[in-house]
């Protein structure tokens, strides 16, 4: 039986673009820390250099407090750091970066919610606030002010190429 080269490689690219579009969110959650700090009922808190990673997805902060007392499923991860920073690839290939004080990660609406000089990069915008709030999903982001800040939105213009 003789197999084209060429229908082997199509195959294969076929598969890892399928693997490839496999959403962040539904893939596993991995935390690495230097030190997990406490462990009470359904309240784990990790200290110290904690990376969270859950596909492309990629938390940074000093501490990290992973509340389940609401049961599995509907875990709430917060976040908090001098800043916390978060970076994510989006299916197009152009990742979304955000910093804030504290990150509060709730996996089941897929939300997450930037406080304290918070700032989300996604595409050519950049937007900074108080509080903002990320659905990883949808994309959907909603920005709050208090009365020491306001929602400042920037959107870079399209750079042309020259002919």
């Not at 916390?84 to 970076?87: N, W």
């Not at 990069?121 to 108080?130: G, I, L, Q, R, T």
């Given at each position: 039986m003789k197999v084209k080269l060429g229908s082997i490689i199509t195959l294969l690219l076929?598969?890892?673009a399928a693997k490839a579009e496999k959403p962040d969110y539904s893939q596993q959650i991995q935390i690495d820390a230097d030190n997990l700090v406490s462990v009470?009922?359904?309240?784990?808190?990790?200290?110290?250099?904690?990376v969270v990673t859950q596909g492309s997805i990629q938390l940074k902060a000093d501490q990290l407090e992973i509340n389940a007392t609401a049961g599995k499923g509907n875990e709430v991860y917060i976040a908090s750091g001098k800043p916390?920073?978060?970076?994510q690839l989006m299916a197009d290939g152009k990742p979304v970066t955000a910093q804030a004080n504290e990150m509060r990660y709730e996996p089941s609406s897929r939300t997450l919610t930037l406080t304290g000089d918070a700032e989300?990069?996604?595409?050519?915008?950049?937007?900074?606030?108080?509080?903002?709030?990320?659905?990883l999903e949808k994309q959907d982001i909603s920005a709050e002010s208090d009365e020491s800040k306001r929602v400042t939105t920037i959107i870079m213009p399209e750079e042309k190429s020259n002919p």
């Open positions: 076929l598969s890892l009470e009922e359904n309240i784990l808190t990790y200290k110290n250099n904690v916390v920073t978060y970076s989300l990069s996604k595409s050519d915008s950049v937007v900074k606030a108080s509080v903002i709030k990320y659905n």
